[in-house]
């Protein structure tokens, strides 16, 4: 039971990040590997925003709201917008160097080497075998939850939701037949900022915040890729899998091989089907 | 001979020169000769640098060749200099084996990482590839994290290498050292130069430039795909196994994906494409902290608290990656063509020739 939680929990804290890097593949087919630096840099915000004023959530929370807010778009209209058209690994080579930045600041900015947050440690529930959930486990699953379902709500529903999904379909198209490309992608960045925050707060919540940490962002880029790269559905599936065989991993084998684990089912996953579970195959750029 | 200016090759012969301007000529006997000169003149830390720049070129001029020629992008570099590293500590610990040996075991262990690195770019090509370059990199972490701790019972030291020597040449000591790596990066730069003017070079600037219509024009992809990541990663196994005897020390935190990324940084503001570009480039990231180091001396000291320092010098690798790829996609290389053309065609203000961009 204990062992079902604790996989769950980081299905959670990986799903979110694989959802954002897939929001973005499929918005301008790229690969985000800042991913887990702005899921940690969000945290620290969260937490710092938190701490500075006197533990108010709603400050904390639109402290990390404005972050991503700003974030998102900052990096979508100075940097993404311009390298349209370019060569793909530009693209790929700015948010590397993104992550880059967002590291250095963690050290000039908070300086602390780690962030330990010490919230709702206290067990919430006692599951029937003597396990126990934190508050922060419990609330890293309905959060969760409840982000996927707004954002199937999202594209499901509005307008803007079918904007975005003409224009990751076609942006060519999708403008000319009106729709603000602009704005959708930006759009797609503030989410994908919003969903990498929150899965910093959680594995900040139960973890520890640090520049090390921020290697969550390839775990998630691992479930993006198992699950498919274009495919939401399939980011979760991907992250239970990654949090299963890496919790297997820790358990079982040797802690030292659960760094290199997420590569290792990414090396299996690109030989046998590398579209991913649920990719579309003609989205695999092949030889 | 009359000649249609510097820019329009008219022959094979003119297309194949490689320093077509006369003045490029003395330019460069020029700086060879300063270099030659230099440790007679500076200080020993001055010297360190420099041979910490020419480790650095002898790398990136491997990235370059892959992704600046091949159009290749691999994150796995740190990898291939790792396999360089471990085996020059193995072969050095447990078997004793000289420089002359070392060096070419290294080579070939290089040869093969680069052969099974490469063989997922017959299937992918873009951003896969890259993420599949980025697997192989922790595999080889892996493997050199496993043999450390098992050699050293103790992950966090390194392993020391003893100071090599040729024959009865010991290579001990900075200035000693500068005169070989010198040596040394001289004889890879000519290689790579000739590299690009045969047939490979032209096969990996045909598939960088569009990979079907090579394949078209008879280049088997396959091969000269595996044949450059192999070049680049004898290059950097090389450029690893000449660091750890250098430094006397392997260590596995040493070969993170940090450093793989300096290597791409190396060649972005360097640019693409160029060998110069490698040159430039490896000079300008490894000597960048330094620099930031020389600015904050002079800042207040309010300005120094904690890790400040180290903290901007990581910072500005990124930086810079951005800076360069947003507003000079061609790096220091095209800089310096720039003012080229400016001083040749002086004192008319033609623009100088595009070249295309993709």
């Given at each position: 039971m204990e062992s079902a939680a604790t996989v769950l929990i980081s299905t959670c804290t990986y799903a979110l990040l694989a959802a954002g890097i897939v929001i973005l593949y499929k918005a301008g087919r790229v690969v985000n590997f800042a991913h887990g630096e702005l899921a940690i840099v969000g945290g620290f915000v969260f937490y710092s925003t938190g701490l500075m004023s006197d533990n108010s959530l709603v400050l904390a929370i639109l402290g990390a709201a404005v972050f991503s807010i700003v974030m998102g778009s900052i990096i979508y209209v100075t940097m993404m917008r311009r390298v349209v058209g370019e060569p793909f690994y530009v693209a790929i080579?700015?948010?590397?160097?993104?992550?880059?930045?967002?590291?250095?600041?963690?050290?000039?900015?908070?300086?602390?080497?780690?962030?330990?947050?010490?919230?709702?440690?206290?067990?919430?529930?006692?599951?029937?075998?003597?396990?126990?959930?934190?508050?922060?486990?419990?609330?890293?699953?309905l959060l969760t939850a409840a982000f996927f379902i707004?954002?199937?709500?999202?594209?499901?529903?509005?307008?803007?939701?079918?904007?975005?999904?003409?224009?990751?379909?076609?942006?060519?198209?999708?403008?000319?037949?009106?729709?603000?490309?602009?704005?959708?992608?930006?759009?797609?960045?503030?989410?994908?900022?919003?969903?990498?925050?929150?899965?910093?707060?959680?594995?900040?919540?139960?973890?520890?915040?640090?520049?090390?940490?921020?290697?969550?962002?390839?775990?998630?880029?691992?479930?993006?890729?198992?699950?498919?790269?274009?495919?939401?559905?399939?980011?979760?599936?991907?992250a239970f899998i990654v949090a299963l065989a890496q919790y297997l991993t820790v358990r079982l084998i040797d802690p030292v091989l659960s760094e290199a684990l997420p590569f290792l089912i990414l090396l299996l996953v690109m030989s046998i089907r590398p579209w991913g579970l649920f990719g579309t195959v003609e989205e695999l750029d092949r030889v | 001979m009359a000649r249609a200016g510097y820019?329009?090759?008219?022959?094979?012969?003119?297309?194949?020169?490689?320093?077509?301007?006369?003045?490029?000529?003395?330019?460069?006997?020029?700086?060879?000769?300063?270099?030659?000169?230099?440790?007679?003149?500076?200080?020993?830390?001055?010297?360190?640098?420099?041979?910490?720049?020419?480790?650095?070129?002898?790398?990136?001029?491997?990235?370059?060749i892959l992704t600046g020629y091949c159009?290749?992008?691999?994150?796995?570099?740190?990898?291939?200099?790792?396999?360089?590293?471990?085996?020059?500590?193995?072969?050095?610990?447990?078997?004793?084996?000289?420089?002359?040996?070392?060096?070419?075991?290294?080579?070939?262990?290089?040869?093969?990482?680069?052969?099974?690195?490469?063989?997922?770019?017959?299937?992918?090509?873009?951003?896969?590839?890259?993420?599949?370059?980025?697997?192989?990199?922790?595999?080889?972490?892996f493997l050199a994290t496993t043999y450390q701790?098992?050699?050293?019972?103790?992950?966090?030291?390194?392993?020391?290498?003893?100071?090599?020597?040729?024959?009865?040449?010991?290579?001990?000591?900075?200035?000693?050292w500068y005169y070989f790596l010198l040596a040394f990066l001289t004889l890879v730069t000519i290689v790579c130069v000739n590299l690009m003017r045969t047939r490979p070079g032209r096969a990996w600037m045909a598939i960088r430039d569009r990979d079907i219509a090579a394949e078209a024009l008879g280049i088997n992809l396959a091969r000269y795909k595996l044949l450059a990541f192999v070049m680049s990663s004898t290059l950097a196994s090389i450029s690893g196994s000449l660091m750890a005897y250098y430094s006397n020390v392997v260590t596995v935190e040493a070969f993170t994906l940090d450093l793989a990324i300096v290597y791409i940084a190396m060649i972005i503001v360097g640019g693409m494409g160029s060998i110069l570009g490698a040159l430039m480039g490896a000079a300008f990231i490894t000597l960048l902290p330094y620099g930031i180091d020389t600015v904050f001396e002079f800042l207040p000291r309010s300005w120094r608290f904690g890790s400040s320092v180290f903290g901007v010098q990581?910072?500005?690798?990124?930086?810079?990656?951005?800076?360069?790829?947003?507003?000079?996609p061609r790096g220091l290389a095209e800089i310096w063509r720039r003012i080229e053309t400016y001083f040749e065609r002086w004192p008319f203000r033609y623009r100088p020739l595009e070249t295309v961009r993709r």
């Open positions: 080579l700015i948010t590397i160097g993104i992550a880059i930045v967002l590291k250095s600041a963690i050290i000039v900015i908070w300086r602390a080497p780690r962030l330990t947050i010490d919230v709702g440690v206290t067990p919430a529930i006692r599951l029937p075998d003597g396990a126990t959930l934190s508050y922060m486990d419990l609330a890293s699953v707004c954002l199937f709500l999202f594209f499901r529903f509005t307008r803007l939701g079918i904007q975005f999904r003409g224009t990751a379909e076609n942006p060519l198209l999708a403008s000319q037949r009106g729709v603000n490309v602009n704005f959708v992608l930006s759009l797609a960045w503030v989410i994908a900022t919003l969903a990498a925050t929150l899965s910093g707060v959680l594995y900040g919540g139960r973890a520890f915040l640090s520049t090390e940490s921020a290697s969550i962002g390839l775990a998630g880029l691992t479930a993006a890729l198992v699950g498919g790269l274009d495919s939401l559905r399939g980011a979760v599936v991907g | 820019n329009l090759r008219t022959s094979y012969l003119e297309s194949n020169e490689v320093l077509r301007r006369p003045y490029q000529k003395v330019l460069v006997l020029f700086v060879l000769f300063t270099a030659l000169l230099l440790p007679a003149v500076s200080s020993n830390f001055f010297v360190h640098l420099l041979n910490l720049c020419f480790l650095a070129a002898i790398g990136a001029l491997g990235l370059m159009g290749q992008i691999s994150l796995g570099h740190a990898g291939f200099l790792a396999i360089g590293a471990y085996t020059t500590a193995i072969l050095t610990i447990h078997l004793k084996a000289p420089f002359i040996v070392v060096l070419p075991a290294a080579a070939i262990c290089g040869v093969i990482a680069g052969f099974i690195v490469g063989l997922p770019s017959l299937r992918f090509r873009g951003v896969y590839l890259a993420i599949s370059t980025l697997a192989m990199h922790y595999a080889i972490v701790s098992n050699f050293t019972r103790s992950a966090s030291a390194g392993i020391t290498i003893p100071d090599p020597s040729i024959g009865p040449f010991l290579l001990k000591g900075d200035i000693t990581v910072g500005a690798v990124g930086l810079f990656i951005i800076l360069f790829l947003l507003f000079e």
